[in-house]
Structures are given as structure tokens and as C-alpha cells.
């Protein structure tokens, strides 16, 4: 009697990622896979392989080649990272908005030297401090600050009435949120969200980005241009941007309310508060997943051939902690000479638009807070904060602060 041969090939399960989603410690799995494999296969959140690229050096690599593709990332029959919560078309929307010769008046908006922003920043932080004090201690931080702010700033930066953010704000839970299967609230937010912002180009009171963007409406230059692509610049611009700079400037709280030593030194030292947020960039762990690339060709990256086709995650956390860029990581230095060179707002084609307004807005708020609250505190035990999971964002479901 003669026995097939057994074919099978048992290989361990790939690791799943992401690894974590509590933003007060970096994944043990980081340090361990960018020094040993840098560049190594996970599975996904929607269940397919991908890529993890966990070195500064490498990651850097991947966001200027353009053989890494972000737009592809949302073609049909091409692994997933999570499945999409916004139109397909939507995913390279800076590409879109340079396709459509609306470039400039989107960079100029996002200025934040754009007359009277900064002032309008200052004054909004304060007032939302005085709303927080007046209700006394404790106070949630993330919602009675940090979203407010950051939405308020984008209805400002739009042209739209700041009555318009909680109607906005809503639909931000689901479109941002990571789910291994189309998600059916999804489509509803952004139909509504598309329809809501498209009435405001016809409002006479919409003044900002909007505003301009409807009188191009007048411009035979500009017939290409419907409604609803217009709505869609709007729409994506409050969504992302809100985010992140919502979700940054939160995790910038979190590691100063969990590092005292870090957030007495910006409180005693208001003129280190610009360097202090280069430095936040770089060790805050606001992202929560990765940014998503697919390979366009065959490609060589470390020790590694990647195919056409597959997909890669950059690793933001790994590339702004990697020592051999950035010595004593974990150490946070104002100082340090090279803090700016995080990859926090990407890299290559797709780097961040609104890196100076992301700045600014994060800059200002920790000047007002930090002089009006100096001793402010968690009011619970860092454990004892609830991590938001399946989100783009790592945050916390609430900030409970004292002062």
C-alpha cells in the first residue's frame, strides 16, 4: 500500500494589524518587526494580505515612488485595507481637486495666513475654555474642546455658518471608521452630507472656500464644474481635515497629561509650545492604522520583492520612533534637530496640504490651554481611558481632565 504524499503547507497565521489601539503605548509588535522584518506580510482588517513597512527608511521609500499608488488603493479586486466609507472616486482627492484646476483656491484656503484665522483661532479657544470653566471640573476635553475647535475652524476655513459643524460633525463616526465590510450608514452620511453642502454654494451668506468656489460657477472657464463635485471638495475637506487635526491635537493631550514632564516644560516655556508640537508630531500615535499604498509594478523594497498589485502600509508610528533616524525616540526633545522630518503628514505626492495650518491650529490651542489651565490633569487613571476602536483614528471615546 503506498501513501500520497502529504502537500499541504502549514504556515503560521499572518500577524493581525493593526496591533492596537491604545494611544498611551506604542505596540511591543513595532520595535520587534522593524528590527527583525521590516518589511512584513499581516492580514487586514478586511481580511486580506498586505505589506507592513515598519522603518523610517523604508517607509520614506514607499510614500515618493510613485510605483505606490494611493488612488489604486480604491480600484475594484485590489486588497483592501478596510472597505471604503466614501466614494471610490473621493479616495485621491487632492489628485482630484489638482484634475479639476482647483488647486490653488483649496491651498489658499487652507493657509492659515489667511487674514484674520489666527485671531479667529485664539479667540474660539478661549471661548470654549471659558465654557469649559464654567461648568467646572471635570471636563471632557476631546468633546467639549478639541472638536468643537477643529470643526469651528473648518466651517470658518469653508465660508459656512459655524451653525452647520454638529450637522457635519455626525456623520464623521461612521465615515471614518474601519470596517472589514461596507458599512451602511456610510452612503446615507455622505449623500446627505453631499446634498446639504451642495444648498450652501447657492446661499448668498456662503462666503470662504465655498463661496469661491460657487462663483466659479459664473466662469465659462470653469463649466467642467458641477455642483457636485464642488460639494465633494467641501464635504471631504471639513471630514478630513476635522480628523486630523481633532485627532491629533487630542493625542497631543494625551501624551502631555500622561508625560507631566513634557507638558510643565510647554507650560513653563510658551516659547518652546512650536517645537513642542514638531516633537508631539513625531511621538503621538494619532494614526491609528497606517497609510495605504498598492504597488503599481514589481518593486524592490529592503529585502523584499513586492508584485504589482500588492498591497503596502506604511507604518507611520514605526517610521517616527525608528532610532536610526531618530536617536532616543521615545525621548521628547524639544531640541532635537531633525523632529520635522516625521512622516506624520505623509510624504511624496499625497503630503499633507494643510501641514501649516495643522500646526498653527494645534500651536494655538496648547497656548491657550496651558496658560488658562496650568494645572490641567486627567481625571481618571490613564487606564481607565476607553480606546475607539476600528477607526482611522486613534482617540479616546473621552478626555476627563481636571485643573
Not at 521615545?330 to 496640504?353: E, I, K, M, Q, T
Request: hydrophobic residues 45%; aromatic residues 6%.
Amino acid at each position: 500500500m503506498t501513501t500520497a504524499p502529504d502537500t499541504r503547507t502549514d504556515h503560521p497565521p499572518l500577524p493581525r494589524f493593526p496591533f492596537s489601539w491604545d494611544g498611551t503605548r506604542v505596540p511591543a509588535e513595532v520595535a520587534a518587526l522593524r528590527t527583525a522584518t521590516p518589511v512584513r506580510r499581516v492580514r487586514t482588517i478586511a481580511g486580506d494580505e498586505a505589506w507592513l513597512v515598519s522603518s523610517y527608511e523604508l517607509c520614506a521609500q514607499v510614500l515618493k515612488d510613485d510605483r505606490f499608488s494611493l488612488k489604486d488603493t480604491s480600484a475594484p479586486g485590489v486588497p483592501r485595507q478596510y472597505a471604503l466609507t466614501i466614494p471610490p472616486e473621493v479616495v485621491n482627492n487632492m489628485g482630484n481637486i489638482t484634475g479639476a484646476g482647483l488647486r490653488r483656491a483649496v491651498m489658499k484656503a487652507l493657509s492659515p495666513r489667511t487674514p484674520g484665522l489666527t485671531e479667529w483661532l485664539r479667540a474660539e479657544a478661549h471661548r470654549l475654555v471659558d465654557l469649559i470653566t464654567a461648568d467646572g471640573p471635570t471636563a471632557d476635553l476631546r468633546g467639549a474642546f478639541c472638536e468643537p475647535y477643529s470643526a469651528g475652524m473648518h466651517c470658518r476655513i469653508l465660508g459656512i455658518p459655524q451653525t452647520e459643524a454638529p450637522a457635519f460633525l455626525r456623520s464623521l463616526d461612521i465615515a471614518f471608521m474601519n470596517s472589514p465590510c461596507p458599512v451602511t450608514g456610510a452612503r446615507l452620511n455622505w449623500d446627505r452630507d453631499l446634498a446639504r453642502m451642495a444648498a450652501l454654494l447657492d446661499d448668498p451668506a456662503t462666503g470662504g472656500l465655498m463661496g469661491e468656489l460657487a462663483a466659479l460657477r459664473d466662469d465659462p472657464g470653469h463649466a467642467h464644474l458641477t455642483d457636485a463635485m464642488l460639494a465633494t471638495v467641501g464635504v471631504t475637506l471639513f471630514g478630513a481635515g476635522t480628523v486630523s487635526t481633532s485627532g491629533f491635537l487630542t493625542m497631543a493631550l494625551v501624551y502631555l497629561l500622561t508625560h507631566p514632564i513634557a507638558r510643565d516644560l510647554l507650560r513653563d516655556r510658551p516659547d518652546l509650545i512650536g517645537p513642542g508640537v514638531e516633537e508631539l508630531l513625531r511621538v503621538n500615535l494619532s494614526i491609528g492604522d497606517a497609510l495605504p499604498r498598492l504597488a503599481l509594478d514589481d518593486v524592490r523594497l529592503g529585502d523584499v520583492d513586492i508584485r504589482a498589485g500588492d498591497l503596502v502600509l506604511v507604518l507611520v508610528e514605526g517610521a517616527n520612533l525608528d532610532p536610526d533616524t531618530f536617536p532616543d525616540p521615545h525621548r521628547f526633545d524639544v531640541h532635537r534637530d531633525n523632529a520635522a522630518d516625521h512622516l506624520s503628514f505623509g510624504g511624496g505626492a499625497h503630503y499633507c496640504p494643510a501641514t501649516a495650518l495643522g500646526r498653527a491650529h494645534a500651536r494655538i490651542a496648547l497656548e491657550v490651554l496651558l496658560d488658562r489651565l496650568p494645572d490641567l490633569a486627567l481625571a481618571v487613571p490613564p487606564g481607565q481611558l476607553v480606546w475607539r476602536t476600528g477607526f482611522m483614528k486613534r482617540i479616546p471615546e473621552r478626555l476627563p481632565v481636571t485643573w
